[in-house]
């Protein structure tokens, strides 16, 4: 069964420093997101990603954040300069039809730590 | 803030019996419902989803049910067994175009065997 990856599964960073979360999306999808979930609260939708550029955003993904499809596999999300409040699990996720279908495939996550 | 919620964070049901669980949104500008599942250390697993068209949907053991009057939402699980122990979260988006999921706080439900 198609599965979306995620690297690393846990990155422990100092605050301050730069991070790059890789996600490979289902194969054939052509929507992609990243959600947060800070430990014991709900998931937080970050950003929509489609046709190589940004559909949607939420107030959270602020200068700091960044994403990017650097070739036909992979899908990234940067932090820039790390925050505490950064720390939290990050999951992409793909979708076949986007909004249309709302079926989102999830991958397990990265787990950031921010010290 | 946030418009979709949950009635109780925390469920304790026996194997076989029915689960439900429940959830209260607010936005009356959703029109899309989506039920996830998720286990320890993993993703939200998608489960079942309600568009606002319908009052019920059925799948595989488990049923939604939309109440638009109240704005309610349950997921109703039958039969349940030591591998739906997991945290059960609603979601909704709003019409309009928005690819964004509002997600609830979560309902972790346990099966006691």
């Known amino acids: 069964e198609p599965e979306v990856t995620q690297t690393p599964s846990h990155q422990v960073t100092q605050m301050g420093q730069e991070v790059i979360l890789r996600c490979v999306p289902i194969s054939n999808h052509l929507y992609f997101y990243w959600y947060r979930q800070i430990l014991g609260q709900k998931v937080e939708f970050l950003v929509s990603?489609?046709?190589?550029?940004?559909?949607?955003k939420s107030e959270i993904f602020d200068d700091q954040f960044s994403v990017e499809r650097p070739d036909g596999s992979n899908f990234t999300l940067k932090i820039r300069s790390t925050k505490l409040e950064d720390s939290a699990m990050y999951f992409c996720?793909?979708?076949?039809?986007?909004?249309?279908?709302?079926?989102?495939?999830f991958g397990e996550g990265s787990r950031l730590t921010v010290l | 803030g946030e418009s979709v919620g949950l009635h109780l964070p925390t469920l304790s049901v026996q194997e076989g019996d029915n689960s439900i669980i429940n959830c209260a949104y607010s936005?009356?500008?959703?029109?899309?419902f989506i039920w996830y599942k998720q286990e320890s250390g993993k993703g939200p697993q998608f489960i079942i989803d309600i568009r606002s068209n319908m009052d019920k949907r059925q799948g595989q053991r488990v049923t939604v049910l939309l109440n638009k009057t109240v704005k309610h939402l349950s997921l109703q699980i039958a039969a349940t067994q030591p591998g739906d122990s997991a945290v059960y979260f609603c979601a909704e988006n709003m019409k309009g175009g928005s690819e964004k999921l509002v997600f609830g706080k979560g309902t972790k439900l346990t099966v006691n065997p």
């Open positions: 936005n009356s500008a959703s029109d899309y």
């Open positions: 996720a793909s979708s076949g039809r986007g909004r249309v279908s709302g079926e989102l495939f």
């Open positions: 990603f489609y046709n190589n550029e940004i559909s949607e």
